[in-house]
């Protein structure tokens, strides 16, 4: 046997909802340099769901869908309130959240393919308003419902202030969610597909998923970034803070990636998203800590900045609360997750390798007495 630690270059499916080829991105096809530009994240779920784009009346249809499925039941909000909240971070409350979603779902263990896409339909339509709910909640404050007029980027923020967003917080949300949308075999979307591939249940699958996600090696690197960029405090100090932390051969969060090494090209989008909100905001020293960081770490490391790196530089310029960096990719990804979820039960078969075996052999069992 011979292993591959961290399953690297391993190929352990085909998939037809995103690939990453020669550093290039993209979900069903279509790149996502185009995707960011153009597209609704609706568009992108509907994309990544369908294997096509929707012509109006599909989009309008899935629109309606995702609105009018959007309210979670009011036991789930109850039991948010019964949270721990003076210290338990907004990815847990996600993931418990969801996981009791699925006990008031009667469907939640029908495994037949249309019931299975009505599922995704509501955690897709749901993930947005638990985020949000626990987040008002924890602040003393009632959840707003969801609105059935506002898109889905809209209504996450709607959901999270009480307040309608603008057009450029729309705008620069429906980004961020359509960059993070999918991802190939990321750890997250693995641990999914794992999951169901034993014929677990959906709910099941995102479970897992946001716990792994939840990691700071994975999507909690975001949160991670922006604690970093606090610390620094200012331009200043970028240089012999991160110089210090090379030294010290501690990670620097937002860098690097197992399958990019000339690049993500998710990056670049939100670097201009990150100089235009803090310029914006008035708070560019966030940009510009973040540009000098980059450029020491690619100098002296060779690594270059992944999806995270600047998207929380981006959250934190729509006034988003740092430990809800990491939910609102769950929220993206959810439609990633699905998309797979849907393909692996289409063509299921457990996975499951083999580990190396290294521990001690052939030892005779003493009994309980008799050991010191
Ligand atoms: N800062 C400093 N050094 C790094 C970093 C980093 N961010 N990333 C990798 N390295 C170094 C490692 O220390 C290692 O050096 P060594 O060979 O001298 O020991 C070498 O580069 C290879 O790194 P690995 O951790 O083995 O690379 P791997 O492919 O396993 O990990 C990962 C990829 C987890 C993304 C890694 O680059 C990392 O930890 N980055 C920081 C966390 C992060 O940003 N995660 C988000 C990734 S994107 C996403 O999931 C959405």
New binding site residues.
């Given amino acids: 046997m011979s292993v591959t630690r961290?399953l690297?270059g391993v190929v352990a499916t085909t998939s037809s909802v995103s690939s990453i080829i020669e550093s290039v991105l993209t979900y069903q096809g279509y790149d996502i340099d185009e995707l960011a530009e153009h597209a609704s994240f609706e568009e992108v779920i509907y994309l990544l769901w369908n294997g096509k784009l929707p012509n109006k009346v599909e989009l309008k249809e899935l629109a309606d869908e995702l609105a009018n499925n959007a309210e979670i039941p009011q036991e789930v909000i109850e039991q948010m309130k019964a949270y721990p909240l003076d210290r338990v971070h907004p990815m847990g409350a996600l993931r418990t959240a969801i996981s009791s979603l699925g006990l008031y779902d009667e469907e939640a263990d029908l495994m037949d393919e249309a019931a299975n896409k009505r599922k995704a339909l509501k955690l897709q339509a749901q993930v947005s308003t638990v985020v949000t709910a626990f987040s008002r909640i924890r602040e003393g404050k009632e959840p707003v419902a969801p609105r059935t007029d506002l898109s889905f980027a809209a209504n996450f923020l709607y959901m999270l202030t009480g307040e309608e967003p603008d057009e450029i917080a729309v705008d620069a949300f429906n980004k961020a969610l359509v960059l993070h949308a999918d991802?190939e075999l990321?750890?997250s979307t693995f641990t999914a597909r794992v999951c169901v591939a034993t014929l677990s249940d959906v709910y099941s699958g995102i479970t897992a998923a946001i716990g792994a996600l939840k990691g700071?090696?994975?999507?909690g690197?975001n949160e991670q970034v922006m604690a970093m960029l606090t610390e620094i405090g200012d331009v200043e100090n970028v240089e012999p803070y991160i110089r210090k932390a090379?030294d010290n051969?501690?990670?620097?969060?937002?860098?690097?990636?197992?399958v990019y090494k000339n690049g993500?090209p998710r990056a670049k989008h939100l670097r201009e998203m990150s100089k235009k909100l803090t310029s914006i905001t008035g708070e560019s020293k966030w940009y510009e800590m973040s540009v000098k960081i980059e450029e020491i770490?690619t100098n002296e490391?060779g690594?270059l900045p992944?999806?995270?790196?600047y998207s929380a530089s981006v959250y934190h310029s729509l006034g988003i609360k740092h430990d809800l960096f990491t939910p609102i990719f769950a929220v993206s990804r959810m439609s990633g997750w699905l998309a797979h979820i849907l393909e692996q039960y289409s063509n299921n078969r457990l996975i499951r390798p083999r580990a190396e075996y290294v521990g001690p052999n052939k030892r005779q069992y003493v009994r309980l007495e008799e050991r010191n």
Avoid: W, Y
């Fill in positions: 961290g690297e991802h990321n750890a700071p090696l994975h999507g690197a090379l051969k501690q990670k620097i969060m937002g860098f690097g990636h197992r993500d770490v490391k690594l992944n999806v995270d790196f």
